[in-house]
């Protein structure tokens, strides 16, 4: 983590939540771990990673809870650990996250999370019993962002999110194609997401000596890992997606753009949870996604313009991603706009 590094202000406000009664209490923490109290009112502000990732710990401290008091019953310190340690037995990823999800199911009791497998996808899908909208709206998100990072972790990859649906509205951020990729609703109908289901076949990598590493950097994997807007792998994307398909740059063209060697760019991209390629093929699914939901190019164009010689293949990898057509995708979110 570098001293550079940041996160917007809007993602310490689960951590912070069950405080809102006691301003004073939440001053005073906020500036033990040097972060400007202003900030609680400016969520697309930028926090230093640092800081965020001390927020996060002294917070299970203050609030004797891992899940910050967004859950009825919560979740004791300890019982992350306890649950990772029984997730790392687990021979595949999909037999760690169904684990995981009953084992969260044994300490949180307003939240149910089910994993299904239709196919070539797989989607988590969240169930919320709290009566309270706004402590709902931060709990699902948090409860997804452990789900999606643990699973991470497990594979040791980042695992890109085809579809994230969330039944509650809030602002857009600039983190948010990080962390849940271009696909993202919000309004939605549920709260879900969704992914290639071939990554649950992937072997669980990790043991008893990396989950104590885990542990004692925990903020950093869960939040910081794919919420950082200046890491490496955030350049890229932004490289990418303001250029035209045809005028990417290859590995070793964009590493001597950054100064690097195209072995030291590999490892950085690496550290980060991805590689160039896969980094290629997101910012490609997302042009796709975006175009099809906000332009009125044909989708012989949209293919055209993300370099698919043929509309046929460029439907052929649509509904690969996702399970439909593009035009069926399209006339579902025009449905909705009107």
Request: aromatic share 10%; with cysteine.
């Amino acid at each position: 983590m570098r001293e550079t590094d940041s996160v917007a202000a809007y993602f310490m406000f689960p951590m912070i939540h069950a405080l809102r009664e006691k301003p004073q209490r939440l001053r005073s923490i906020l500036e033990q771990v040097g972060i400007d109290p202003a900030l609680l009112g400016q969520p697309t502000a930028r926090v230093p990673a640092k800081a965020f990732a001390a927020l996060w710990l002294v917070q299970i401290r203050e609030l004797n809870d891992e899940f910050f008091q967004l859950d009825a019953h919560g979740m004791p310190p300890g019982s992350f650990a306890l649950i990772c340690r029984a997730l790392i037995q687990e021979p595949t990823l999909e037999k760690a996250m169904r684990q995981c999800l009953a084992n969260f199911a044994l300490f949180l009791g307003d939240y149910r999370g089910t994993l299904t497998v239709r196919g070539k996808r797989a989607v988590i899908s969240l169930q919320s019993g709290s009566q309270d909208s706004e402590v709902s709206r931060l709990g699902e998100e948090t409860f997804l962002v452990l789900m999606i990072s643990l699973l991470c972790w497990l594979g040791g990859r980042r695992i890109p999110i085809d579809r994230a649906d969330f039944r509650h509205q809030r602002l857009s951020l600039r983190d948010d194609a990080l962390l849940w990729g271009a696909n993202l609703t919000f309004g939605a109908e549920r709260t879900e997401i969704e992914f290639a289901s071939h990554y649950l076949r992937l072997p669980v990598v990790q043991d008893l000596a990396s989950l104590k590493v885990f542990l004692r950097t925990a903020p950093q994997w869960l939040v910081i890992r794919f919420r950082n807007q200046h890491g490496l792998a955030s350049q890229v994307h932004q490289r990418l997606r303001h250029s035209h398909y045809s005028e990417w740059p290859t590995l070793q063209a964009f590493a001597l753009e950054q100064h690097l060697s195209p072995s030291t760019f590999r490892r950085k991209l690496g550290r980060e949870g991805c590689s160039y390629q896969e980094i290629k093929d997101e910012v490609r699914r997302a042009l796709a996604f975006e175009w099809l939901r906000q332009s009125k190019a044909n989708i012989s164009e949209i293919a055209e313009q993300l370099g698919f010689q043929e509309s046929s293949a460029f439907h052929r990898a649509f509904k690969k991603w996702t399970g439909e057509s593009p035009g069926r995708y399209r006339a579902r979110f025009r449905v909705r706009s009107e």
